[in-house]
């Protein structure tokens, strides 16, 4: 019977279901061991089905128990993963606590977390980790050492850093372990308060950024000038806070205002020109009768409620002022000296020397750096012409007679100078007693002056040229005729300065007693028309009293004249020498004749010698003249904080690296010298002043005392107990004050013999120090000793010529492989040589490096037996 195609497709597909379950169950079957029932015969089709029917059913029971187990596993396994990993961040944050802070938390939590990090923590791994710390921190300390790139350094650094930083407060032992890691953790705390209070103070320095910016494109030498010119302006600050908040506050809040006394006056006939700008110029009219200058001050002994002893004060800030000076170069210098102890002697390895410490690694701008290094090729050169100039013959005669010469010359023009100078004061007091004066009669000391500095050392340079003296040489001789002409110039100005002095104190008698008798006129007329003698006639106007001279004021406005000219002057010099040159320089150069960059007149160079020494000079002129004019101090400190932002634009904007770019030295010393010459020179004049002058009558905070130091004599008599007069009195004894002068005398003696001692002492250990390294130089040469004692006694030896030389040491041999035949070589007889042999008992060769251990390759064709293999030359 046939069935329909439906019915058929129904019966194919069934039959295709059931081939597929019987061959699922024969694989598992395959897989399951048989059970008792399998192994039976078959009981028929529905037996069999039934039971394969129950095997399907227990397997999937068991596929699907094994499933859970596995799920249930797996769990257990994550569950315990992150107990562990939750216990350890437990521990990691009792251990951070207990380091940052292990006073925070009780005693019970801290007994409990110390039995914990010991049961975590074995003595062992304590031991080992100690060690990595210690390596760590080694590591840390000489890693600037290590001959290892930049990247692998910072790598490395960081990395200890951390480790340091991470297992430090563990190494405690018990209870004392918190303690330990306290100290650690304040320990780096003091060290990071250092550091970044270090920084603070860096960055508190004023004008560190322009200063480096001046020293990467100039070099340091010309920095140098700036860091001095800061350090100058430092210092001033330091006097002007002195000056103004002892003198000048004090007079101005406690003492009399203007117009109250005839010294705080303008005098009636100059009153109707006190404000012209003429006047003011030259510190007439209202500035000479203000707080800038001496003669404004009154002489009270106390002055306001506080009872200011304001005489004493003007006269101990006078004399602070030079202290404090002295004290502040000189420890400068000894600071300098001591940063500049280690840099080696010039006498040895002059190539050395210059070859690795000539460069200036803060040089940041590639025109100065071509410089540097056209300066560094120089100096190379420099010393082989030095060596070539010492071993020449040349005319000594004819050199001699140039610079006695250039010597007579420049001394013509500093007595010249001089001799200028006095004229000109001499005929500044003349044009004193007239009125119809221009402004160049009325300001012609300044300009003069001001002339000389500018002319003069030019001139002297142009001079030097006959003597042919090396650069090194010829600039300390030119500093130091600057100098000498700086220090006539002063010198006699004060000189020609002091003779007008003398002139007024003899003017002052006859105009005080002219004041007196005029007082008493006033006095008589007043009572005449009244008829009353008991009546009291009202005070005198200040400004109808008559004034005397007050030479403390007039010395005080010509050292402000001088110093206010000085700035006018240096300020036009950079304006019109530097400025408008580079100007000229950077615009005609396209239209003119020849290239003006670089021939004439090009850029002009930064004067480092004469900046310094003009600053160093004009600083003695505030010394001097500060006790004269309080206000001149002021004025300094806004000049130098004037100069600083000028000549920084002006050096940065106008001027050109040296071709010679020198770098600055650690210890320089030499400018130090100068100013602390010049600080000598300022003291005496005020010295002589206070000491043996007789102040103005009716000006300034002595008036009315023979001598200035008799302020400090009345202070003792009426301040201070008996005793301590008695105690001055024996102490100003000429008899007490000349022992100890000798006695001072003598330390400075022994001190300079035992400095002496010291430096003789310091050369014989570097000459045996520098035999020392003679002689192990030539015994690993194998040269002759240059020790003459070690010669004398090679000499008293007998001649050891015939013996034989010493066997060298012997050297260790590469194992070679067993088995392995020894090479020989074929002689004139052609029998074998055994090499090891051969070089055992040939001669040493001084100029071998190290021993021969391996036996040379076979020779070439052609080649002498005594060739490559026996140390012979090369074939060519």
Request: a positive charge; hydrophobic letters at 40%; charged letters at 25%.
């Amino acid at each position: 019977m046939k069935l329909p195609k439906d019915a058929e497709g129904h019966r194919t597909r069934d039959q295709r279901r059931n081939e597929v379950a019987k061959m699922r169950m024969m694989r598992v079957r395959k897989r399951l061991p048989k059970t008792r029932e399998e192994a039976q015969p078959t009981r028929g089709k529905e037996a069999r089905a039934e039971e394969e029917m129950m095997k399907t059913a227990r397997l999937r029971k068991e596929i699907k128990g094994r499933k859970e187990e596995r799920k249930e596993e797996k769990r257990k396994k994550t569950t315990r993963a992150r107990k562990e990993t939750r216990e350890k961040m437990r521990r990691t944050r009792k251990r951070r606590r207990m380091t940052v802070c292990p006073l925070c938390s009780s005693s019970s939590d801290s007994n409990s977390d110390s039995d914990e990090e010991e049961d975590s923590m074995s003595e062992g791994e304590m031991a080992r980790l100690m060690e990595e710390v210690e390596e760590k921190k080694k590591l840390i300390a000489t890693i600037r050492n290590k001959p290892w790139r930049m990247k692998r350094r910072l790598v490395l650094l960081r990395e200890a850093q951390q480790f340091v930083d991470k297992f430090e407060g563990a190494l405690g032992k018990g209870k004392g372990r918190k303690w330990y890691a306290y100290k650690v953790m304040m320990t780096k705390k003091w060290i990071k308060f250092q550091r970044d209070f270090e920084n603070f103070r860096t960055a508190c320095i004023p004008w560190e950024r322009k200063i480096k910016e001046v020293e990467s494109h100039f070099g340091s030498s010309v920095a140098s000038y700036f860091i001095f010119l800061r350090w100058m302006y430092g210092m001033n600050l330091v006097l002007f806070g002195l000056t103004f908040g002892l003198v000048v506050m004090p007079e101005v809040l406690m003492g009399l205002p203007y117009g109250s006394i005839p010294r705080k006056t303008v005098p009636r006939a100059e009153q109707d020109t006190a404000q012209d700008y003429s006047v003011l110029m030259d510190f007439n009219g209202y500035c000479k009768y203000s707080v800038l200058f001496y003669g404004y001050y009154n002489n009270q002994r106390t002055i306001g409620l506080l009872k200011f002893r304001l005489p004493l004060a003007y006269l101990m800030v006078g004399l602070g002022t030079f202290g404090y000076s002295l004290m502040l170069v000189i420890r400068t210098m000894a600071k300098n000296a001591d940063v500049g102890g280690g840099d080696g002697d010039e006498g040895e390895f002059t190539f050395a020397w210059k070859m690795f410490t000539s460069w200036d690694y803060l040089i940041g701008n590639a025109e100065t750096a071509d410089n540097k290094y056209a300066s560094i090729t120089t100096s190379f050169k420099e010393s082989i012409v030095d060596e070539q100039e010492n071993q020449k013959d040349e005319n000594i005669h004819l050199r001699r007679f140039l610079r006695v010469l250039a010597n007579f010359l420049i001394t013509c023009s500093l007595g010249g100078s001089g001799y200028l100078i006095y004229f000109v004061v001499k005929r500044s007091q003349e044009f004193a007693n007239r009125d119809d004066l221009s402004w160049y009669e009325k300001n012609e000391l300044e300009l003069i002056m001001s002339l000389l500095g500018l002319v003069c050392p030019p001139l002297f340079e142009t001079i030097a040229e006959l003597e042919d003296y090396h650069p090194r040489i010829a600039l300390k001789w030119q500093l130091g005729r600057i100098f000498a002409l700086f220090l006539g110039n002063l010198y006699t100005f004060l000189f020609a300065l002091f003779d007008e002095v003398n002139t007024k104190l003899e003017e002052e008698g006859s105009i005080k007693n002219a004041s007196i008798w005029a007082m008493k006129e006033y006095y008589a007329n007043f009572s005449l028309p009244v008829n009353d003698s008991e009546a009291t006639p009202p005070p005198m106007d200040p400004g109808d009293v008559i004034r005397g001279p007050c030479w403390e004021t007039a010395v005080g406005i010509e050292f402000v004249k001088l110093t206010v000219s000085d700035i006018q002057v240096t300020y036009l010099t950079i304006l019109i020498g530097d400025f408008a040159r580079a100007v000229i320089v950077r615009f005609l150069n396209y239209c003119w004749c020849w290239d003006l960059e670089a021939g004439f007149p090009s850029y002009g160079e930064f004067d480092i010698s004469g900046n310094v020494l003009g600053l160093v000079f004009n600083q003695g002129m505030i010394w001097m003249g500060a006790f004269y004019a309080p206000g001149l101090v002021g004025i300094n400190v806004l000049r130098l904080l004037s100069s600083m932002y000028y000549q920084c634009w002006a050096v940065m904007a106008t001027n050109v690296p040296h071709e010679r770019v020198f770098k600055a030295s650690k210890s320089n010393n030499f400018y130090m010298g100068l100013l602390l010459l010049v600080l000598f020179l300022s003291l005496l004049p005020v010295v002589y002043t206070i000491m043996s002058l007789p102040p103005s009558f009716d000006c300034g905070p002595f008036s009315g005392k023979e001598k200035m130091f008799d302020v400090i004599m009345e202070t003792i008599d009426l301040d201070l107990p008996a005793f301590m007069g008695t105690l001055f009195s024996y102490a100003a004894n000429p008899g007490l004050i000349i022992p100890a002068v000798l006695l001072m005398v003598l330390a400075i003696y022994y001190l300079n013999s035992t400095s002496e001692a010291y430096q003789n002492a310091n050369m014989e250990l570097k000459k045996k120090m520098q035999m020392a390294r003679d002689e192990e130089k030539n015994r690993r040469n194998n040269t002759d000793s240059t020790n003459q004692v070690m010669k004398d006694l090679e000499d008293l030896l007998p001649n050891r010529s015939l013996a034989p030389p010493a066997p060298p040491e012997p050297a260790e041999k590469p194992k070679e492989p067993e088995g392995k035949p020894t090479k020989t070589r074929g002689g004139a007889a052609g029998k074998g040589v055994d090499l090891q042999k051969d070089v055992s008992l040939a001669s040493s060769n001084p100029n071998a490096r190290e021993p021969v251990t391996r036996a040379p390759g076979a020779r070439g064709r052609g080649q002498p037996p005594g060739g490559r293999g026996r140390g012979g030359p090369p074939p060519r």
